[in-house]
């Protein structure tokens, strides 16, 4: 009987999530937000049509595990040395502001200070799924924003674990006091030791060995292994489920077969993550909200506006345009899932009322039901304000403005936009012909390594009318885009040409299906990567043949 009611609690929660999600994309909203307002309808305090919530929690929290487990896969040790700036910086200062800050507004509504603290922890973590899902969508993955704020939500996943184990001391009921933190942090160190080990020696070798069986299903079932057995072992030392997961991700990330395990999780992650959202939905209380509009209204006002500025600091500490640590900031504005988690932990260690609580998850939801619509209108909303506000003033020294007349040749010129691999090639291939060219990028850092090598670089926002005004764009020939942000592109053309009709415009895009937009804003040629891709595999296949190329 106990198998039934579980079967008939799922397929009610799939069936209203069907109808909710084919409402959203009918008027083309993302389906992560439509699995809340399904578990919104579903829960107790609304339709009441699932018989146990908690239940329905177990599951998602299955979710929550593949989420951080797939995650781990996606980022590498490699990677993650990469983003070291990003991920460490950024992110910790991103944590460590909002948290700050946060604390002490909750301190000045007369909180005691642990329960402040804890808020502002719960606060300062952002949604990984909504977020990576959204940037994904929109093709902003690898757009400056996009790298600073996946490097940022890195950070805060790994945060989950250290205030997890600071829970017992913000609730008073550690009894080891340091000696005991010390000896959580020491555990916590010999498992990434430990990991590190793994990764490096005896997975990808296992993984060899089963690979040599051709057996999909034995990989599958050691890749669940691994996972399963990584996530115990992290537990069984004092830390959470959710970092095993994600270590274990990193794990089979450093083997040659990350990318099989992926595509072999993704269904399973999928569907289990939904249940997360549903469940999420359902803990809402929504005469709760009825009940104390304005509070709800002002902390999600609170959260979204304090977080978006605060997050910004971060990258423009480490150079970035104020536009992009704008962007960024209001990407991860939102509160996150595992904020969901540590609340109701926080709540079983009467770190929260019962009122704060619910009032927690009013904001938090709201805040994350906001998300899409601020990730698809927030260029625009930043526009706005930079009309008002000059963001791009944080490195002076390194704009366009401050060139001088005989610093470099106006006339004739090219303009690079982008100095990212396709931009590196550009302008090696125009210094061997001696082509005038000017760069304009907004990563200090890149324009600093960039000037010492001799390079023109100069830091600026080349989609805005003053920046390209002071590279000489009406006495530029040509204008190349070589950026990863579709958004940027298009207005980057559109004011391009319309400070010079003459202007050659090139600009780079990633799919066949910008071109036309594109074209109708003013660029000459552009470059689609997937179709230039396409040629150069089928040429290849055809070379292999004993066709040449024509």
Same mark, same amino acid.
Request: charged share 15%; glycine share 10%.
């Given at each position: ?21 084919l ?15 399904a578990?919104?309808?579903l ?9 146990d &919530?908690?239940? @329905?929690?177990? *599951? +998602?929290?299955?979710? /929550?595990?593949? %989420? $951080?487990?797939? !995650?781990?896969?996606?980022? #590498? ?16 200062l ?24 804890f ?5 300062a ?6 977020v990576?899902?959204?940037?994904t ?31 017992p ?22 498992? &990434?030791?430990? @990991?590190t080990? *793994? +990764?490096?020696?005896? /997975?990808?070798? %296992? $993984?060899?060995? !089963?690979?040599?069986?051709? #057996? ?81 209204l ?5 959260v ?36 969901f ?9 009467t ?200």
């Amino acid at each position: 009987m106990e198998q039934l009611l579980v079967l008939k609690d799922l397929a009610v929660i799939f069936a209203v999530s069907l109808l909710v999600i084919l409402v959203f994309h009918q008027v083309k909203l993302p389906a992560l937000p439509g699995f809340i307002v399904a578990g919104v309808l579903l829960g107790p305090n609304a339709l009441g049509l699932v018989s146990d &919530v908690h239940r @329905v929690e177990g *599951l +998602a929290e299955v979710g /929550v595990v593949l %989420l $951080l487990f797939t !995650i781990g896969i996606e980022f #590498s040790l490699n990677r993650l040395r990469e983003m070291g700036r990003q991920v460490l910086v950024g992110g910790g200062l991103q944590v460590g502001l909002t948290v700050a800050v946060a604390a002490l507004v909750a301190a000045a509504l007369g909180l005691p200070w642990q329960v402040a603290l804890f808020l502002g922890c719960l606060i300062a973590l952002s949604s990984t799924a909504l977020v990576l899902k959204g940037l994904t969508d929109k093709g902003e993955i690898d757009a400056p924003h996009g790298r600073l704020a996946t490097g940022v939500l890195i950070f805060q996943d790994l945060c989950v674990v250290p205030i997890m184990l600071a829970l017992p001391f913000l609730a008073g009921r550690a009894t080891g006091g340091a000696a005991q933190l010390a000896l959580a942090l020491g555990k916590a160190a010999l498992i &990434v030791v430990g @990991v590190t080990i *793994l +990764a490096r020696t005896i /997975v990808p070798r %296992l $993984l060899a060995e !089963i690979l040599k069986t051709r #057996s999909r299903e034995l990989f599958l079932i050691a890749i669940i292994l691994l996972g399963t057995l990584t996530a115990l072992g992290t537990a069984e030392a004092g830390a959470s489920l959710a970092l095993g997961a994600f270590l274990a991700g990193l794990v089979i990330s450093e083997s040659d077969y990350g990318h099989q395990a992926l595509a072999e999780l993704l269904p399973f992650r999928d569907v289990f993550i939904s249940l997360f959202f549903v469940a999420v939905g359902m803990l809402v209380q929504v005469h709760f909200i009825r009940e104390h509009p304005v509070w709800t209204l002002g902390g999600v006002l609170l959260v979204l506006g304090g977080k978006t500025v605060v997050a910004a600091v971060g990258p423009a500490l480490l150079g970035y345009a104020g536009r992009v640590a704008l962007l960024a900031g209001l990407a991860i504005s939102q509160v996150g899932e595992f904020s969901f988690v540590l609340a109701r932990e926080g709540r079983g260690m009467t770190l929260l009322s019962e009122s704060a609580y619910q009032t927690f998850l009013a904001v938090a939801v709201s805040t994350m039901l906001l998300t899409p619509f601020l990730l698809q209108g927030g260029p625009a909303l930043i526009d706005g304000l930079e009309r008002l506000v000059p963001l791009d003033r944080l490195l002076p020294g390194l704009r366009p403005s401050a060139l001088t007349a005989g610093e470099q040749p106006f006339t004739d010129h090219v303009i690079v936009a982008g100095y990212g691999l396709n931009g590196r090639n550009l302008t090696a291939a125009l210094r061997s012909i001696d082509a005038p060219y000017l760069i304009v990028e907004l990563n200090a850092q890149t324009v600093r390594q960039a000037r010492s090598r001799g390079e023109p670089a100069f830091y600026g926002d080349a989609t805005r009318e003053e920046i390209l005004r002071a590279l000489g764009i009406d006495r530029a020939r040509m204008l190349v885009a070589a950026i990863s942000d579709p958004a940027a592109t298009r207005r980057m053309v559109r004011v391009a040409r319309g400070l010079n009709p003459g202007v050659h415009i090139i600009a780079r895009t990633r799919y066949v299906v910008e071109i036309p937009e594109l074209i109708r804003l003013g660029a000459n040629d552009v470059i689609p990567e997937e179709f230039e891709t396409s040629i150069e595999i089928f040429a290849r296949v055809l070379a292999y043949y004993g066709v040449g190329r024509a």
